[in-house]
């Protein structure tokens, strides 16, 4: 059965969807399959997808390089595509009968040393900072979490109240997963000095909305 690549690239990110994949990942992969599927049919003449060949493939990568994509969007593109002819040729679909992607070398970025904060460069964001107004309390806090538990800055964004105990906190990461991550005798501290001071502030802003609030 001959397979349209418009079809089967629809299919695919259906199925993405209903992965439960953050929608990030799904408009990431969007946009390197509907890439793809362009490139096929109107760089290589393809229709189904029992006319791809490997060298389609190959001309792709090359041709992004020659647009001056990095390594990293390179590699970023490589792996979507890998995962879109694995999915292809997985036991349940089998549309292809393998991944032609994998004839393919993945794109290789080349080492790099990250140059981390200093300790004291790390004091100096956290006392940029002071207790007054409440914003300032808020940051200060934001950044501490960024220093003591690693964290990244999606991941702090995505932090509720909820997810904070009385020692660690729930954090969700990348691809919807979940980890626990401990918390320092120091970040309880200003937590605490948060979330009193929050509360405050809450109060204050119903108050000025409603003069009658409780």
């Given at each position: 059965m001959k397979i349209e690549l418009k079809s089967a690239a629809e299919e695919y990110l259906y199925h993405c969807e209903a992965s439960g994949y953050t929608k990030k990942t799904i408009l990431n992969k969007?946009?390197?399959?509907?890439?793809?599927?362009?490139?096929?049919?109107e760089r290589r003449g393809i229709t189904y997808l029992n006319e791809i060949h490997f060298q389609d493939l190959s001309a792709l990568m090359i041709l992004m390089k020659k647009k001056g994509n990095k390594p990293q969007s390179l590699k970023t593109a490589y792996?979507?595509?890998?995962?879109?002819?694995?999915?292809?040729?997985?036991?349940?679909?089998?549309y292809l009968p393998k991944n032609i992607m994998s004839k393919?070398?993945?794109?290789?970025?080349?080492?790099?040393?990250?140059?981390?904060?200093?300790?004291?460069?790390?004091?100096?964001m956290i006392h940029v900072f002071r207790y007054n107004p409440f914003?300032?309390?808020?940051?200060?806090?934001?950044?501490?979490?960024?220093?003591?538990?690693?964290?990244?800055?999606?991941?702090?964004?995505?932090?509720?109240?909820?997810?904070?105990?009385?020692?660690?906190?729930?954090?969700?990461?990348?691809?919807n997963?979940?980890?626990i991550v401990p918390m320092s005798p120091i970040l309880k501290k200003i937590m605490i000095r948060y979330n009193r001071e929050r509360s405050e502030y809450i109060k204050r802003l119903q108050y000025a909305a409603d003069p009658g609030f409780p």
């Open positions: 969007t946009y390197y399959i509907m890439y793809l599927t362009k490139f096929l049919n792996a979507a595509f890998h995962a879109y002819f694995s999915w292809l040729c997985a036991p349940n679909q089998q393919i070398e993945c794109p290789k970025i080349p080492k790099q040393i990250i140059h981390a904060f200093t300790s004291e460069e790390v004091r100096r914003l300032e309390i808020r940051n200060r806090c934001m950044i501490c979490m960024l220093a003591d538990c690693g964290l990244r800055a999606i991941e702090l964004r995505r932090i509720k109240l909820s997810d904070i105990r009385h020692d660690y906190i729930n954090v969700l990461g990348k691809g997963k979940e980890r």
